[in-house]
């Protein structure tokens, strides 16, 4: 009777039931959702944890990868380079045949033995290097050093070995330099390696080291040139990675570990200097040390 009186009274009566169910409905809604919406953030903060569970898990093991691996490289370097170097030493006293009585044969044979020690023994070094530089822990000792000498000091141990592929190696350097601050061994273990590169990478011609210095006579830049076989374009910067070739097949020509170019450039870095390249397939490569404090007037000196 009621509902009836207040429906014939007005029309609007008539929705306050279908309101009141909507509202509870409502109601219900939202607390669903905030329910949804709290498990959810339970399970994102459940995978949070986890993940980082998981990625201190991965560091831990990183880190003891790495304490093995230095513990490795660490016995590699009492191991391998020890006996390497009694091989070199012992083949050098029998080489300079203070009894007289080793055949020119036998000679050529301890010259093969020396110089396969040496290369085994300089292969052992760069892998130490590589670890020591990519751990940031490759000392450098800079002090005043003469870039010129070390040069022709380097170019004159190059000869016989580019004499025997028929190459001619050509050192240009001014009469007089002043000193520049570098690590003096680190420098000449880059130019060793850059001529080491073009030695390898050269079948015929002219390898050339030429020193350029600025208006003030001062050493601005080193360029080791070669006539080899070149560079593609998109390898110029992937020579530059720890173990690879530009020629990375297993029947390549030309040996070596690929970590002579890579070990250059990051010495460089460390000594504040520039390595660049420049090439073309067929015709050879020009890499240039740029030292500090470079000048923008070099004059190319003869």
């Known amino acids: 009777m009621i509902s009836s009186l207040f429906t014939d009274m007005h029309p609007a009566f008539a929705i306050v039931p279908v309101v009141g ?8 809604s939202r607390k669903h959702m905030a329910a949804d919406i709290r498990l959810r953030e339970e399970q994102v903060l459940i995978a ?4 980082m569970r998981a990625m201190q898990d991965a560091l831990d093991a990183a880190r003891a990868a790495q304490r093995t691996r230095e513990e490795f490289l660490a016995r590699m370097s009492h191991e391998l380079r020890t006996p390497l170097n009694a091989v070199i030493g012992l083949s050098r006293v029998l080489e300079k045949n203070g009894a007289g009585n080793q055949r020119p044969e036998d000679l050529q044979l301890l010259g093969r033995v020396r110089a396969g020690g040496e290369q085994l023994l300089k292969m052992v070094e ?17 002090q005043d050093t003469d870039v010129a000498a070390i040069a022709t000091r380097v170019v004159k141990h190059y000869r016989s070995t580019a004499a025997s592929k028929g190459l001619r190696i050509l050192s240009v350097m001014p009469e007089t330099a002043p000193a520049i601050p570098l690590d003096a061994g680190r420098f000449e273990q880059v130019l060793q390696h850059l001529i080491d590169n073009a030695v390898k990478f ?15 006579g001062r050493p601005a830049r080193m360029i080791v040139s070669d006539t080899g076989i070149g560079i593609p374009a998109d390898d110029v910067e992937r020579i530059f990675e720890p173990f690879q070739q530009v020629d990375a097949s297993n029947k390549r020509n030309y040996g070596g570990a690929g970590l002579g170019l890579p070990l250059a450039r990051q010495l460089c870095e460390g000594m504040r200097c520039r390595l660049a390249v420049e090439s073309e397939v067929g015709k050879g490569s020009r890499f240039t040390i740029r030292f500090p404090e470079h000048r923008s007037s070099p004059t190319a000196v003869a």
């Open 21 to 28: 169910a909507l509202a509870i409905r409502e109601l219900l």
């Open 202 to 216: 050269t079948g015929a011609g002219i390898i050339k080291v030429t020193l350029v210095v600025d208006e003030r």
């Open 48 to 51: 949070r944890r986890e993940a």
């Open 126 to 142: 760069d892998v130490l290097d590589q670890s020591h530089l990519q751990q940031g822990e490759l000392a450098l000792s800079v």
